[in-house]
């Protein structure tokens, strides 16, 4: 075992994994942060917590994840490239270790214009390909970038993400390639809504062997409304979403419950595909719902290790 | 190599020259001349409206080439045509208004653009940006398209997520320097360079720690 993560366990053991994303705070209440834990702790085996998502400033990370294992849960520390250099993100890297966090989760992250501090300076003195490289480092051979010792276990289970939508298409395995070479465990994918352009990747993926090397974890993302579809249609980059689904949530009469079965099945067809190890979830602003998909999808309970 | 810049709004410039009345105006006629932000026809125009702000423009001129030093005559020249002025405005890149600066060690020298970046000219009258100066070019490894200025993020294993046709997440107007990357070194079929993983990047040559300077061998 690398880290001993409830992930890592559930992934070695053959499961087919479920990790959920739980949204912090734009505050300093970690009661919600353990409210959401609460609500949705038995649906997943693993939760990531953003960084600061979308550039707008919340509740860290690390003190979310840190309240959900206390918990008992197993959190996935989300960290980005974009708001700090290689010192802060080693030392909260150990930071998190300390705390009981076993999984990280290693992006460069969107870009500052999205967000609500659009005249801050973004960072970006090391790119997520390079962060991995470094909690390897850490890791396996107990060492900081800088080449000096890291006293006792920094024991991490690596992720990182990839989009399969996005260009140029066909470098994407490639870049994939380049994240297990430098020490990806398992990859949190962005949301599938066009399934056969997904298998197609999926394909080049096992093609590359790279599914026997590391985890492809599908990303899920529950749409609530049509208003919420044609956003992430329209203005998300590297979002596809097939016309198809938007008129069915257009035409539907209650659409949540639409929303609900489309999801549930997109995931029963990407259990399907070869090579695919489990889904993230991210539901964001509507964690509750979590749970009954799960269910729905025929995924709980979740096994315990 | 062209310094591109960009005319500050007048309020600024206004509120920058505080208390003084009496203005020493001067252009370059370089690259501002060029870029239409400091040649003599921004000068003039400058001094219009600054006259029309209750100014009084006692000199102005447009140096040739502003950022370089003048030989010891022109400099006492310029000194000599600008003793009456309370303020000097420069409507150079920053490299002039530090170059004037030093001709005219008692009162202020003033910006009247900002220095944006340096860049070369892509279409006509498009500039573009081309290089930060990070100190360690990485640009053998990268097709000559520099990573750092052409990708959003500065990433050095691109392209992100948000890279979709051709075009970069944070505006579709930018086109994705990964993209630019990606096709040229495709083209010269060294694909496989980009699967090297680039290590971390050796900043301490770069923006920090004080001025760069180097001395050339005598
Ligand atoms: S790598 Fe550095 S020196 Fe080379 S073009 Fe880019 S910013 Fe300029
Ligand atoms: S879309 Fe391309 S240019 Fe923009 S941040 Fe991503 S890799 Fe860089």
Same mark, same amino acid.
């Given at each position: 075992?690398?880290?001993?993560?409830?992930?890592? *366990?559930?992934?070695?053991?053959?499961?087919?994994?479920?990790?959920?994303?739980?949204?912090?705070?734009?505050?300093? $209440?970690?009661?919600i942060?353990? &409210?959401?834990?609460e @609500?949705?702790?038995?649906? +997943?085996?693993?939760?990531?917590?953003?960084?600061?998502?979308?550039? %707008?400033?919340r509740?860290?990370?690390l003190?979310?994840?840190?309240?959900? /294992?206390?918990m008992?849960?197993?959190?996935?520390?989300?960290?980005?490239?974009?708001?700090?250099?290689?010192? =802060?993100?080693?030392?909260?890297?150990?930071?998190?270790v300390?705390?009981?966090?076993?999984?990280?989760?290693?992006?460069?992250?969107?870009?500052?214009?999205?967000g609500?501090?659009?005249?801050?300076?973004?960072?970006?003195?090391?790119?997520?390909?390079?962060?991995?490289?470094?909690?390897?480092?850490?890791?396996?051979e107990?060492?900081?970038?800088?080449?000096e010792?890291? $006293?006792?276990?920094?024991?991490?289970?690596?992720?990182?993400?990839?989009?399969?939508? &996005?260009?140029?298409?066909?470098?994407?395995?490639h870049?994939?390639?380049?994240?297990?070479?430098?020490?990806?465990?398992?990859?949190?994918t962005?949301?599938?809504?066009d399934?056969?352009?997904?298998a197609?990747?999926?394909?080049?993926?096992?093609? /590359?062997?790279?599914?026997?090397?590391?985890?492809?974890?599908a990303?899920?993302?529950?749409?609530?409304? %049509?208003g919420?579809?044609?956003?992430?249609?329209?203005?998300?980059?590297? #979002?596809?979403?097939?016309?198809?689904?938007?008129?069915?949530?257009?035409?539907?009469?209650d #659409?949540?419950?639409?929303?609900?079965?489309?999801? #549930?099945?997109?995931?029963?067809?990407?259990?399907?595909?070869?090579?695919?190890?489990?889904?993230?979830?991210? +539901?964001? !602003?509507?964690?509750?719902? %979590?749970?009954?998909i799960?269910?729905? +999808?025929?995924?709980?309970?979740r096994?315990?290790? | 190599m062209?310094?591109?810049?960009?005319?500050?709004?007048?309020?600024?410039?206004?509120?920058?020259?505080? *208390?003084?009345?009496?203005v020493?105006?001067?252009?370059?006629?370089?690259?501002? /001349?060029?870029?239409?932000?400091?040649?003599?026809?921004?000068?003039?125009e400058?001094? $219009?409206?600054?006259?029309? *702000?209750?100014?009084?423009?006692i000199?102005?001129?447009?140096?040739? #080439?502003?950022?370089?030093?003048?030989?010891?005559?022109?400099?006492?020249?310029?000194?000599?045509?600008?003793?009456?002025?309370?303020?000097?405005?420069?409507? $150079?890149?920053?490299?002039?208004?530090?170059?004037?600066?030093?001709?005219?060690?008692?009162?202020?020298?003033?910006?009247?653009?900002?220095?944006l970046?340096?860049?070369?000219?892509?279409?006509?009258?498009?500039?573009?940006?081309?290089? =930060? @100066?990070?100190?360690d070019?990485v640009?053998?490894?990268?097709?000559?398209?520099?990573?750092?200025? =052409?990708? +959003?993020?500065?990433?050095?294993n691109?392209?992100?997520?948000g890279?979709?046709?051709?075009?970069?997440?944070?505006d579709?107007?930018?086109?994705?320097?990964?993209?630019?990357?990606?096709?040229?070194m495709? /083209?010269? !079929?060294?694909?496989?360079?980009?699967?090297?993983?680039?290590?971390?990047?050796?900043?301490?040559?770069?923006?920090?720690?004080?001025?760069?300077?180097?001395?050339?061998?005598?």
């Open positions: 075992m690398k880290s001993g993560s409830n992930l890592e *366990k559930v992934l070695s053991a053959g499961h087919f994994a479920v990790t959920a994303e739980i949204g912090p705070p734009k505050g300093g $209440s970690g009661r942060v353990e &409210s959401k834990g @609500q949705i702790g038995h649906a +997943a085996d693993a939760f990531n917590v953003t960084d600061n998502q979308t550039a %707008v400033v509740l860290c990370s003190a979310s994840c840190a309240i959900l /294992a206390r008992g849960l197993d959190p996935v520390m989300q960290m980005l490239c974009r708001d700090a250099n290689r010192i =802060r993100l080693q030392s909260d890297i150990c930071g998190a300390a705390l009981g966090i076993r999984n990280i989760l290693c992006l460069s992250g969107d870009h500052i214009k999205f609500n501090h659009p005249t801050a300076k973004s960072v970006f003195d090391i790119d997520s390909t390079q962060l991995i490289q470094t909690v390897k480092l850490m890791r396996d107990h060492k900081f970038l800088c080449g010792e890291v $006293s006792g276990e920094i024991p991490l289970f690596i992720g990182a993400v990839e989009n399969p939508y &996005s260009d140029p298409f066909e470098w994407r395995v870049r994939l390639a380049k994240k297990v070479k430098a020490g990806a465990d398992f990859i949190q962005q949301a599938i809504y399934i056969p352009k997904f197609r990747w999926m394909e080049e993926v096992c093609d /590359a062997g790279l599914h026997e090397q590391t985890h492809i974890l990303g899920i993302i529950p749409v609530k409304s %049509v919420m579809a044609r956003y992430m249609r329209d203005y998300v980059s590297g #979002v596809e979403i097939p016309a198809e689904f938007v008129r069915r949530l257009e035409d539907a009469k #659409v949540k419950e639409e929303g609900i079965k489309m999801i #549930v099945e997109i995931i029963e067809q990407v259990k399907e595909i070869p090579g695919v190890h489990g889904i993230h979830v991210q +539901a964001v !602003g509507w964690e509750e719902i %979590v749970p009954e799960m269910e729905r +999808a025929g995924l709980l309970p096994p315990i290790i | 062209k310094s591109i810049t960009a005319t500050k709004p007048l309020e600024e410039i206004v509120d920058s020259l505080g *208390k003084a009345r009496k020493a105006l001067f252009g370059c006629g370089t690259c501002p /001349a060029m870029m239409g932000t400091g040649g003599l026809e921004q000068v003039l400058m001094r $219009s409206n600054l006259e029309g *702000k209750g100014f009084q423009v000199h102005d001129e447009v140096i040739p #080439v502003a950022c370089e030093m003048l030989p010891y005559e022109a400099k006492e020249e310029l000194v000599k045509r600008a003793r009456a002025a309370e303020a000097a405005l420069v409507l $150079s890149c920053s490299l002039g208004v530090r170059q004037v600066c030093s001709y005219l060690e008692s009162i202020p020298v003033l910006p009247a653009l900002n220095t970046f340096i860049g070369v000219e892509e279409e006509g009258g498009t500039f573009v940006e081309e290089c =930060r @100066q990070c100190g070019c640009l053998a490894r990268t097709g000559g398209i520099c990573p750092v200025t =052409r990708c +959003a993020k500065s990433l050095f691109g392209p992100c997520g890279s979709v046709q051709g075009k970069c997440e944070v579709p107007s930018i086109p994705c320097g990964w993209q630019m990357i990606y096709d040229r495709k /083209a010269l !079929g060294r694909l496989d360079m980009l699967m090297e993983i680039e290590p971390v990047k050796d900043w301490s040559v770069s923006w920090h720690g004080g001025p760069r300077t180097i001395k050339l061998p005598e």
